[in-house]
């Protein structure tokens, strides 16, 4: 392999990254690539058929840019980049900031983005969002959420999917749009929607599946969840729907962005461009790999900064995207994350940033530049899973058959009242005693991602009947809402992964990435036969929604309103979130958890409780009246009341 030493030494190009701008008049082409001898352009009238038509050199710029004016109307033609690097041509690409693409993403199309625009778009706006704190995040995969026919859906597995109102299941539940907002959730983080590579989006009659964590055209909304993966307006146009809609009912859209790695490396926008400078190499000058995918990008050079950071903004302002979901988000430098923060800030400051504070492999960075969970405290208003919590709940991510506190193992308590709090400094965690952290990562609460499962590994439902081979439905059901219970009481920011409502399971597959709908689909007929999962969680979510004490949104506040009650023994866990005013109309709340075979007493301040949460059953508005100071907390469920 050629070696590129001094990437640093290249010219940073100034202004936007545009590679492509049309008028009617003329079109401008221009490709950064400092080290290429010669670039053409080339042009076709098909998005994946024939050859160009004509091919046009371009004229070597300033700050390694090269640059080309075609005096024609060019709307509609496809078009690619061949860049000439040590005397080799390296192949067509549509370039790395293609904002259009035909099928498969191979030749990047001439378009006016504005022909795309949805009716009544300019009025399109943002749903209001006072805090962070404020915020239920609902993650989902677009042919898992409705490809099944009992979802009552007909653009199913579409971008169009999120756009269809009153969809119901065969039993008459809500399903989709209507079920969402049902719920009560004000964010869906879309699994990749951008142009990924493993789905041929000319056979999709054949029912492939991928996760899409193998990026293509990082700016481009992927082909096989539109209507025509063939006509490039097509899936903009359908995202654009899918934004509008949800947007109408009050949710915002949150995008998972990959930006860590690339599906390959030989084939790469980045690598026909520019060969080397956007990824990392290890020590022995080979292409390091921390992503665990064959590759790392290197965030931390100039233009792969300024790529994100554009990447980002652009989906923004073209896409209203509301929110980003860093896929390992540990890779990529704290500079950077900090930088695309700065300028998110400027737009809006209620767009929320979070990420996987972890790397697959190590990173070819020292560890205190990346952005991981541990240096969360380096990057104000960036939120982090948390694993501690999430693992202390149920078992690592590496043993599907472990468990934790809900199999009612001792140790695990530590690590979960660690996350209760949001994951923040708190006179009563004992940081020595917390599984992975002995220390807190989270400056504010609002840092701190709080889940019990998502798309990564098995959903909740496997999980417990993994680590509970002979527990029966009722009692894994039990299981399930405690679990939940206590994602949605803490002061991190709650994340469910789509079904775990309904107790979806993916029949025990761990990592289901490309696996058939068969395993991944949702059953949107257990809605009918988890009601009252369903329920509950609902009911969880309002409780949050109306009660701002379980969502204080600031260490100090944390601090001195969460308070944790002194149980004996394992198993147990019980605070009181006391004297918390700010608009609550519940005052002195206590929250028990009680994983115990059987009935458990905690004490309690003295006083007179309405109990809203007992048995597996919520009532907001009460349901019976208890009198401190010992209160029993029936086994494997979760006791909520309040003074
Ligand atoms: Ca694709």
């Given at each position: 392999?050629?070696?590129?030493?001094?990437?640093?030494?290249?010219?940073?190009?100034?202004?936007?990254?545009?590679?492509?701008?049309?008028?009617?008049?003329?079109?401008?082409?221009?490709?950064?690539?400092?080290?290429?001898?010669?670039?053409?352009?080339?042009?076709?009238?098909?998005?994946?058929?024939?050859?160009?038509?004509?091919?046009?050199?371009?004229?070597?710029?300033?700050?390694?840019?090269?640059?080309?004016?075609?005096?024609?109307?060019?709307?509609?033609?496809?078009?690619?980049?061949?860049?000439?690097?040590?005397?080799?041509?390296?192949?067509?690409?549509?370039?790395?900031?293609?904002?259009?693409?035909?099928?498969?993403?191979?030749?990047?199309?001439?378009?006016?983005?504005?022909?795309?625009?949805?009716?009544?778009?300019?009025?399109?706006?943002?749903?209001?969002?006072?805090?962070?704190?404020?915020?239920?995040?609902?993650?989902?995969?677009?042919?898992?959420?409705?490809?099944?026919?009992?979802?009552?859906?007909?653009?199913?597995?579409?971008?169009?999917?999120?756009?269809?109102?009153?969809?119901?299941?065969?039993?008459?539940?809500?399903?989709?749009?209507?079920?969402?907002?049902?719920?009560?959730?004000?964010?869906?983080?879309?699994?990749?929607?951008?142009?990924?590579?493993?789905?041929?989006?000319?056979?999709?009659?054949?029912?492939?599946?991928?996760?899409?964590y193998d990026p293509m055209n990082y700016n481009v909304p992927e082909g096989s969840y539109s209507t025509d993966p063939y006509n490039p307006a097509v899936r903009i146009k359908e995202f654009k729907l899918m934004v509008q809609a949800l947007h109408k009912v009050g949710i915002r859209v949150v995008l998972d962005v990959v930006y860590n790695h690339t599906f390959d490396i030989v084939n790469s926008n980045f690598e026909k461009t520019v060969p080397g400078y956007f990824y990392r190499l290890d020590s022995k000058g080979k292409y390091a790999d921390a992503s665990g995918c064959g590759n790392e990008i290197a965030s931390e050079r100039a233009m792969m900064r300024k790529y994100m950071v554009e990447s980002v903004l652009y989906w923004v302002n073209e896409y209203h995207i509301d929110g980003f979901r860093f896929d390992l988000m540990g890779i990529h430098d704290i500079e950077t994350m900090n930088e695309i923060r700065k300028e998110l800030n400027k737009i809006d400051p209620s767009i929320f940033v979070y990420g996987e504070g972890w790397a697959a492999n190590t990173p070819q960075m020292p560890e205190e530049l990346l952005a991981m969970k541990a240096n969360a405290y380096k990057m104000p208003g960036i939120a982090v899973f948390s694993d501690e919590m999430r693992d202390g709940l149920r078992g690592p991510f590496n043993n599907?058959?472990?468990?934790?506190?809900?199999?009612?193992?001792?140790?695990?308590?530590?690590?979960?009242?660690?996350?209760?709090?949001?994951?923040?400094?708190?006179?009563?965690?004992?940081?020595?005693?917390?599984?992975?952290?002995?220390?807190?990562?989270?400056?504010?609460?609002?840092?701190?991602?709080?889940?019990?499962?998502?798309?990564?590994?098995?959903?909740?439902?496997?999980?417990?009947?993994?680590?509970?081979?002979?527990?029966?439905?009722?009692?894994?059901?039990?299981?399930?809402k405690l679990a939940e219970t206590f994602v949605f009481t803490s002061q991190g920011i709650p994340l469910i992964f789509t079904g775990d409502e309904i107790m979806r399971d993916k029949k025990g597959v761990h990592n289901s990435y490309n696996s058939s709908d068969e395993i991944n689909a949702v059953n949107w007929g257990q809605k009918s036969t988890y009601r009252e999962v369903f329920d509950y969680i609902k009911d969880l979510i309002t409780m949050r929604k109306f009660h701002p004490a379980f969502r204080m949104g600031d260490a100090k506040k944390v601090c001195n309103h969460m308070e944790f009650l002194p149980v004996k023994g394992s198993n147990l866990i019980a605070f009181i979130l006391k004297d918390y005013a700010n608009g609550d109309s519940w005052n002195n709340i206590v929250v028990a958890f009680n994983s115990r075979k059987k009935t458990a007493k905690i004490s309690v301040p003295k006083g007179c409780y309405t109990i809203v949460c007992k048995d597996g059953k919520i009532n907001l508005k009460g349901m019976g009246r208890v009198n401190g100071v010992k209160v029993a907390v029936p086994a494997q469920s979760a006791l909520i009341m309040h003074e």
């Open positions: 392999m050629k070696n590129f030493p001094t990437f640093d030494t290249y010219p940073v190009r100034e202004g936007k990254l545009t590679e492509m701008d049309y008028s009617l008049t003329e079109t401008k082409f221009s490709l950064w690539s400092p080290v290429a001898d010669e670039v053409k352009v080339l042009l076709y009238e098909s998005g994946h058929d024939g050859l160009a038509y004509k091919t046009i050199p371009m004229n070597k710029g300033i700050d390694g840019t090269w640059n080309v004016v075609v005096q024609e109307e060019l709307h509609g033609k496809f078009y690619t980049f061949n860049v000439k690097v040590g005397g080799r041509w390296l192949g067509d690409t549509p370039g790395i900031m293609a904002k259009a693409v035909g099928v498969n993403g191979q030749r990047a199309m001439v378009l006016d983005l504005n022909t795309t625009d949805p009716e009544g778009w300019e009025n399109d706006v943002r749903p209001p969002l006072a805090s962070f704190a404020d915020i239920v995040v609902y993650e989902m995969h677009h042919r898992d959420f409705s490809i099944a026919p009992v979802s009552g859906i007909t653009n199913r597995g579409k971008f169009l999917a999120l756009t269809e109102e009153g969809t119901k299941s065969l039993f008459g539940e809500k399903t989709g749009l209507d079920h969402l907002i049902e719920l009560g959730v004000n964010h869906v983080q879309i699994l990749p929607s951008f142009d990924y590579a493993s789905v041929d989006e000319s056979k999709l009659v054949n029912n492939q599946y991928n996760w899409g599907d058959k472990q468990g934790a506190f809900l199999n009612g193992f001792p140790g695990h308590e530590m690590s979960i009242m660690y996350g209760l709090v949001g994951c923040i400094s708190h006179p009563q965690i004992k940081n020595n005693s917390v599984n992975y952290s002995n220390e807190a990562w989270a400056v504010q609460p609002t840092q701190m991602i709080s889940y019990v499962s998502c798309h990564d590994d098995m959903c909740l439902a496997d999980r417990i009947k993994s680590t509970f081979p002979k527990a029966s439905i009722e009692e894994r059901m039990a299981l399930h």
